[in-house]
């Protein structure tokens, strides 16, 4: 069975939301401060944790960026309703989407499935998935997750994961922001919706770790292009 873990202080919205996951079937757990949370998430029991950015021990925040050190759990954000900063920072993180507070229960199952389904895709074992794809020095093998730059391992979250593979698969060519929202977040393009550009900034960042050429060019208001070879 599937098991959530929600760290978030309100107590009642806790309870909401175990009532609404419980109708899909999943395994529901609620802590209340960021400490307890912490040490629960780097347990590697749960899929998916829903994470509040104020929680009082510790913050969602300092709390995901002590938990991506070593795990790579599914992390959803939540966050007050307009607090632009800490959602671009829980992206930057590696925060794997956000939803605001309030928010429609709905909305939360929509993109928990959404995110569980990245996950599954992700590990997904067919002869199309299993294909190695060495492209412009990286080396993605949907297998084992395993990327490599220059021979130098890459981490990667699922969502990060999935979108490099989408773009190596069709190197050399256009893949539109809508099409990457739909297919990889599960989900149409929103206007003012940074989390797609936050995620291909994240994957930018970590393979010029070990490559100095640009990997992934961004054609402004189209899409972004993984080049096939150096400039």
């Known amino acids: 069975m599937t098991a959530i873990l929600m760290i978030d202080d309100d107590i009642e919205l806790c309870q909401l939301v175990a009532d609404y996951l419980a109708m899909d079937g999943y395994q529901f757990e609620a802590v209340h401060d960021g400490i307890s949370g912490l040490t629960k998430a780097q347990t590697g029991n749960y899929q998916l944790v829903l994470l509040d950015v104020m929680l009082p021990g510790l913050d969602g925040l300092s709390l995901l960026k002590a938990l991506r050190n070593d795990n790579y759990c599914p992390v959803l954000m939540l966050t007050a309703r307009g607090e632009d900063v800490d959602r671009i920072i829980g992206l930057e993180l590696g925060a794997d989407d956000y939803l605001a507070k309030p928010f429609n229960p709905r909305e939360l ?43 130098h391992d890459i981490s990667l979250t699922a969502t990060e994961f999935q979108l490099l593979e989408m773009l190596m698969r069709h190197a050399g060519q256009l893949v539109s922001k809508e099409t990457l929202s739909l297919q990889v977040l599960g989900r149409r393009l929103q206007l003012y919706d940074r989390s797609l550009d936050m995620h291909i900034s994240n994957i930018r960042k970590k393979l010029s770790q070990f490559a100095s050429d640009e990997k992934i060019q961004t054609l402004r208001g189209s899409g972004y292009l993984f080049l096939s070879g150096p400039l």
């Open 109 to 151: 199952q929509a993109r928990v499935k959404a995110i569980l389904r990245r996950v599954e895709l992700a590990h997904h074992d067919n002869n199309q998935s299993a294909q190695l794809l060495e492209v412009n020095q990286v080396t993605l093998n949907p297998r084992n997750r395993q990327v490599r730059c220059q021979q």
